[in-house]
């Protein structure tokens, strides 16, 4: 149990600038805090992929064309992310959480003694079930426990902190050529900062929204009835806002997917740049996205969800297309800043949407859908992509291709409810 868990936080481990702009109890900061550098060792985890894919090309013979197609293949974990982040609507967020930890961190390091292409992909599949289950219930956590004038702000932090994760994980890229065994060694790193993490989950209490469900679940007839009886309520109940939901992050995911995925093989393959370039250009790029997103995230509580989230989408969207077209020089940071800031702030404040939408019995679920369908939306631009590469010969226009589902999304971002400043009891009133 936390001690003294109503006295007020101080937040003195984020920059001043960064904490809070309301007074919360040292419970909530304990709870945000665990939750927070959980998502930054993830954001490191799921980003080793992405910038090492010329390396790991080499060594496990994947073909250019494939690049792109192997991505998509490890967002089928998503499926099974399906069956496993619901459960945390029946037996708690904590407990579940503490799988997912312990699972990611495993498969993580399991990654670093792979001899082939097929056990590369199989265990990747694994470590994202894990870890996009163990995403999803971080921001169900956050939602359920932080104070309602504060919410944008802790989604846009944890946003930022993800976007840490990976920045960490573009310093370590820089060393590749110098690390023993090359990529094997960052993936080793991951793992070892997820397992230390996990001891300390201990910590981390239930939900007093899911304690309270917990006591309506065991007056109730079973559990297996309670969750497909929460299923049917959910489409039934909430049928506008969750499609609504629903073709925003796949229309989302679709149009980002490839652009965020590919970026570094892209800049070192097509700008020639090395890795150490590439570390140089995510770190200080990243850095102006993290104060953006947590910017972001304080503004959404002022001026609205809704407003920012599509200000936000329609700036990373199109400062993808615009990176991928081509362009180079002094302008290709600058594009890449912006599109990172958009991208990350977006996809913080979607990730937080169906959790303060649904009710405490739903939530879980809706999240888990909510990131199952963005998974989903961009592995199909992925398999795209490997298609569209072999009609250009080049990245850049293939990539290009995929943002075209934008106008989808910020159409879709209409259609969503407002949810500044209202308590999650309120905006989850159907009527």
Request: charged share 15%; hydrophobic share 50%.
């Amino acid at each position: 149990m936390i001690a003294d868990e109503d006295r007020p936080a101080r937040f003195l481990w984020l920059p001043p600038g960064a904490r809070p702009p309301h007074t919360l109890p040292r419970r909530q900061e304990v709870v945000f805090l665990l939750v927070g550098m959980t998502l930054l060792f993830s954001g490191y985890d799921l980003n080793i992929f992405g910038m090492a894919l010329p390396q790991i090309q080499r060594e496990l013979h994947i073909p250019e064309n494939m690049a792109g197609v192997t991505i998509s293949y490890f967002r089928l974990a998503a499926l099974a992310a399906l069956f496993v982040a619901p459960l945390a609507d029946l037996i708690g967020r904590r407990r579940l959480l503490l799988v997912t930890v312990f699972g990611e961190a495993l498969m993580t390091l399991a990654t670093a003694f792979v001899q082939d292409y097929q056990q590369f992909v199989a265990v990747q599949i694994l470590a994202r079930v894990f870890g996009y289950s163990e995403e999803m219930l971080c921001f169900v956590v956050v939602a359920e426990e932080i104070d309602a004038r504060v919410r944008g702000w802790s989604i846009g932090t944890l946003g930022s902190l993800v976007a840490t994760g990976a920045g960490l994980a573009a310093l370590m890229f820089a060393t590749v050529n110098y690390l023993p065994y090359g990529w094997r060694s960052l993936y080793v790193i991951g793992s070892g900062g997820l397992l230390i993490l996990a001891y300390y989950r201990k910590w981390l209490p239930e939900t007093r929204r899911f304690e309270i469900h917990r006591a309506e679940m065991e007056a109730a007839e079973s559990r297996v009835l309670v969750f497909l009886k929460m299923v049917r309520g959910l489409f039934r109940d909430y049928p506008g806002r969750l499609v609504a939901m629903l073709v925003f992050v796949t229309a989302f995911g679709f149009t980002t997917g490839p652009s965020a995925v590919l970026l570094s093989k892209f800049l070192q393959t097509t700008h020639h740049y090395s890795p150490g370039q590439v570390s140089l250009l995510f770190v200080a790029g990243g850095l102006l996205s993290v104060i953006g997103n947590i910017a972001a995230g304080r503004l959404s509580d002022r001026l609205g969800r809704k407003r920012t989230l599509f200000v936000t989408t329609l700036i990373g969207g199109a400062g993808f297309a615009l990176f991928y077209s081509g362009i180079g020089g002094w302008i290709l940071p600058v594009l890449w800043v912006l599109a990172l800031f958009g991208f990350l702030s977006s996809d913080a404040l979607a990730a937080g949407y169906p959790s303060e939408i649904f009710p405490t019995a739903y939530r879980a679920t809706a999240t888990t859908l909510r990131y199952v369908f963005n998974i989903l939306g961009g592995a199909i631009a992925l398999r795209l992509e490997g298609t569209f590469y072999d009609m250009f010969h080049a990245h850049g226009p293939a990539i290009m291709l995929t943002t075209a589902a934008l106008p989808v999304a910020l159409v879709a971002i209409q259609f969503l409810p407002e949810t500044a400043r209202r308590s999650l009891e309120d905006i989850s009133n159907p009527g």
